[in-house]
């Protein structure tokens, strides 16, 4: 009989201690997302960003502290005083990094690992669209555009539509005299060259060589791959998303190879909303 009351009391004291002094578990999870180390860093590290990314209905959360690819992070709801965890972020390689979470867990681990694991797969999923970080879905293809003839001029303003279409114009009247065919949009490139000065250049993909005129330049390329993604809006949407391509570029270490150029795939000149237009945004790469 003293045997059992001793069990049973064994087992009473057990459970009071795990009530008041639960056992410590250790949470540690990884994920493996496919982007570069630089684009993830700026949507992981800049926590004001964080809003865009965390799972819809997940747990609340408080920073506590921001480091060198790390943060610390207390999940609001996760008990009363909160789950306290550390994500890091790491590079792979040049395309893909490790997110992880560390924390240690008083009870309820299995819970709280399921919570840990749909706030990773979130920062994965929203990381490995480059519309997500850029705004556009910027790929990369293949061009076999091969024979270009080309037009430039300065202009004291930025071009209005009426006057690259006239550029664009007097190449087709060229291509059509020397019986040639389009074979891709019309390419339009427009640089700012000083205050009060853009240098405009407008070009058509051919389907023979040309000889040119005074005006009229011809250029070859050896097929070539591309760096391209698609705008839909006006110009300042097409500007914006040129200098997006440029930090596409740097995120990735890639190697332009030849002036970037907005391929025109609405006929601006047909088309006079300019919500409408729709844009690719290219660049010749290594």
């Known amino acids: 009989m003293k045997k059992w009351v001793l069990i049973v009391g064994l087992i009473a004291v057990g459970g009071a201690v795990y009530i008041f002094f639960p056992w410590e578990h250790k949470i540690s999870k990884v994920i493996k997302g496919k982007c570069s180390i ?26 506590t502290g921001v480091y060198y690819n790390e943060v610390r992070v207390r999940l609001r709801n996760a008990g009363d005083t909160g789950i306290a965890g550390v994500m890091r972020i790491a590079q792979i390689n040049m395309d893909s990094v490790a997110v992880g979470w560390e924390s240690a867990v008083v009870r309820h681990k299995k819970e709280v690992g399921e919570k840990i694991d749909v706030i990773l797969n979130a920062f994965k999923s929203y990381v490995e669209k480059p519309e997500n970080i850029y705004g556009v879905n910027f790929k990369q293809t293949f061009c076999n555009d091969s024979t270009l003839i080309t037009l430039n001029l300065i202009s004291t303003n930025y071009p209005t539509t009426a006057l690259i279409y006239r550029m664009i114009d007097s190449l087709k009247n060229y291509a059509a005299s020397q019986h040639a065919k389009e074979i891709n949009f019309p390419m339009l490139n427009v640089s700012q060259i000083s205050n009060t000065e853009y240098k405009v250049m407008v070009a058509l993909s051919l389907d023979k060589r040309l000889t040119g005129t005074e005006r009229i330049v011809i250029k070859r390329f050896v097929p070539w791959k591309m760096l391209e993604g698609e705008v839909h809006g006006g110009t300042s949407q097409v500007i914006r998303a040129l200098r997006q391509l440029y930090l596409f570029r740097d995120d990735h ?12 795939i609405t006929d601006r000149s047909k088309e006079q909303d300019s919500t409408k237009w729709v844009t690719k945004v290219c660049a010749p790469i290594s």
């Not at 993830?40 to 809003?51: E, G, L, Q, V």
């Not at 270490?253 to 025109?264: H, K």
């Open 38 to 63: 630089l684009a993830a860093n700026r949507c992981f590290t800049d926590t004001s960003k964080w809003a865009k990314w965390w799972p819809q209905g997940g747990p609340g959360y408080e920073i």
């Open 253 to 264: 270490r890639l190697s332009i190879m030849a002036v970037p150029f907005q391929s025109l």
